[in-house]
Structures are given as C-alpha cells and as structure tokens.
C-alpha cells in the first residue's frame, strides 16, 4: 500500500491522501481515522459497476459506518444530469442525511463527477470518498476535486471544486476492465506525459506491451506517476486560474467530438482525436516537428485508441467548442504543445486552424 498526499490550498491548506493498493483490506483501518465517530453512509454507484464490487464495498465498511446505504444509477454519460442527482437528493433526505454523513463515489468518471457535485451541494457540502474502478478514473477524474453534470448538450456545464477527504484506489478492479475503458483511460496517461514529462510519455511508449497485459507492477508505476503530475499541477491551481488548464490538452475539441457523436464514443477515444487536432496545430504553428506530431498521433495506436474517423463536420465541432466552458470571450482557450512533455495555453487559435486540423482526422475512402 502506498499513500499520496495532496495539498488542498482551497480548504484552509488541508490535504487528503491518494491510497494505491490492490484490495479493498486497508480501506475500513483508514475510514476509521477520518470518521472515528460512527456516522451513515451512501455508496453511490452505476449499473456496470455494482455486480462486481457494490456488496464487496459495503462489507469493506459495514464496520466503520453506523448504516450503510446504495445508490445506483443506470450506466452511461446519459445518466448524467440533473434529474439523476435529484434522485440522489430524494434518497438522502429519505434517510436523514445530515452534514456529518458521507458519501462514497465507486465507479468511473461519471460515477464521481455526479458523486462530487452531490457531495458538494447537499445541505451545502457533505464529505465524499472516491474509490475509482477504471483506469480514466484513477490517473485524471477522481482527482483535484472538478465536479459537475451534463446540461442538455454542454458536457459538465454544472458544478463545483469539491476535494475528496479520500481516494482509495485497489488496482486490482483494473482486471475486470473492458479494452475499450482501459484504452479510454489510456488517453489521459499519455496525455499527462505530454503535457509535463517528456521521460515518462516515452516510457510509456517503450512499455506498451506490458501495459496492455496489464503487468500488475507496470501499471501501478503508470498510475502513480500520472497522480504526481496532476498533483503537482493542482495543488498549485486549484480553482483553473493558470496552469490547471494544461489539464485539457486534447479536451476542447476531444468534448466536441463527445457531443457531436453523441457519446457513442469513449472519452478516452476522443481525448485521443482532440490531442491529435491540438498537435496538429501545433506542428502548423512550428511549435513542435512534422516527426514529433506523426508520433503523437501514431503513438495512439498500439494502446487501442483512434487517431482517424470516417466522417464529422468540422464546422459543427467548431461551434460546439465554442459552447464549451473553456470559451472565453468568445475565444476558445486551447492547450498546445510546445514539445513533448511542455504544453502552452494559447487564446488566439482561429477556426480555420482547427477546420484543417479536424479535418486531417478524416480517412479519404477511395
């Protein structure tokens, strides 16, 4: 078991630990040093993920907590919106939630995002434990604290800053995975190296294989090393003032492209796309090599993603990301790479840059 710290700067310099481990044994010994006095429980959790682990959690806990209660909704970005958490809300109400009880988030992305903004608005902020089941979730989502729900088409339009007392993160879960969500999560390592380690983006590279076959030493260095990056870039920025929007490298266009397919594809896959379009432009603006842009988009590749898609309109993606809460003042603030492993937040990248750089993701069919 390993144990890193993280600063919250936001809540008087507090700080919560990020636990790698691969069982749920240690996680009731360290619940029980948060929550001493027994306090009521919600585990909040999808579909997909509650046959595998919801009763495994809540016998993990049934000892720190007074009462156990679940919460699970249907799987899929679909779920994420208002009238799920309303649910939520309805449900802790029901049984007497009050601001000493806590929440656990066990699933992905979403699981936690929706978690974290209950967690956050419930009679004005109740503690929340993330305890991440897919790799997107381990390395990016479960933390710095970014919470919130889809609103209509514009993808976490809704949310707050909300730090977790705890993230517990059991490696093993990892092994009931499905290709296309460990490639999801893929994405945001490779994207961590990218933007802030040039060492660390090429060994993953050098470590595909073993990767891919899930070597259980190899992804534990993977996750830990991708937390350190994001630790280090959030604890200097909490709020997103600076540098944390390093962070969406690939994401401005990546949530366009979500959108427009109508979350037919993995987050991952379109992280992936929009990494690709923000190397490109890249390359355009002499930022970064013709070698160096064709192994970013090529690199994609052995890890399952996708660097091409049949058909999108590029004008469509283009208004989209303007809708994007990463707008500002009607520009799009984009994430470029300077080299590998130093990214840039640029605010002057013009349409037409990103209509060419979309559309070199388009295959040409003969």
């Not at 001493?36 to 049934?62: G, M, R, W």
């Not at 432009?281 to 052995?302: A, N």
């Amino acid at each position: 078991m390993e144990e890193i710290n993280v600063l919250t700067k936001t809540d008087n310099n507090k700080s919560y630990n990020i636990i790698l481990d691969n069982s749920y044994v240690n996680l009731a010994n360290k619940l029980k040093e948060l929550y001493p006095e027994k306090v009521k429980v919600c585990i909040i959790t999808d579909s997909n993920v509650a046959p595998l682990y919801l009763e495994q959690l809540k016998s993990a806990v049934s000892d720190v907590f007074s009462k156990v209660h679940d919460f699970t909704f249907e799987a899929g970005e679909e779920s994420k919106n208002l009238d799920v958490i309303n649910e939520a809300y309805e449900g802790l109400i029901d049984h007497h939630f009050n601001r000493k009880d806590v929440l656990i988030a066990l699933g992905g992305g979403v699981t936690g995002d929706m978690t974290g903004y209950i967690a956050a608005t419930y009679m004005r902020g109740i503690d929340f434990i993330q305890v991440p089941t897919t790799l997107l979730s381990m390395v990016d989502s479960s933390i710095g604290g970014k919470t919130g729900v889809d609103y209509k088409q514009y993808k976490n339009m809704i949310g707050a800053f909300k730090m977790p007392r705890l993230v517990y993160i059991n490696t093993s879960v990892l092994k009931t995975l499905s290709d296309l969500q460990f490639a999801s999560g893929m994405a945001e390592v490779l994207k961590a190296g990218l933007l802030k380690d040039a060492n660390f983006y090429e060994w993953t590279i050098n470590n595909f294989l073993e990767i891919n076959d899930k070597n259980e030493e190899i992804l534990t260095n993977m996750i830990r090393k991708s937390i350190e990056i994001k630790k280090f870039i959030v604890e200097k920025d909490p709020f997103e003032q600076g540098d944390r929007a390093l962070l969406n490298l690939g994401h401005t266009v990546g949530h366009a492209i979500e959108k427009y397919m109508n979350f037919t594809k993995a987050h991952g896959e379109c992280v992936a796309l929009g990494t690709i379009v923000a190397a490109f432009i890249s390359y355009k603006r002499e930022m970064i090599s013709m070698e160096d842009f064709y192994e970013i988009r090529d690199m994609f590749v052995p890890f399952n993603l996708p660097i091409s898609v049949d058909e999108i309109d590029a004008d469509e993606i283009i208004r989209l990301t303007k809708s994007d809460k990463k707008a500002e003042n009607g520009f799009i603030k984009f994430i470029l790479l300077k080299k590998i492993g130093k990214a840039v937040i640029v605010k002057d990248v013009k349409d037409e840059e990103i209509k060419n750089a979309i559309n070199e993701l388009i295959v040409e069919w003969d």
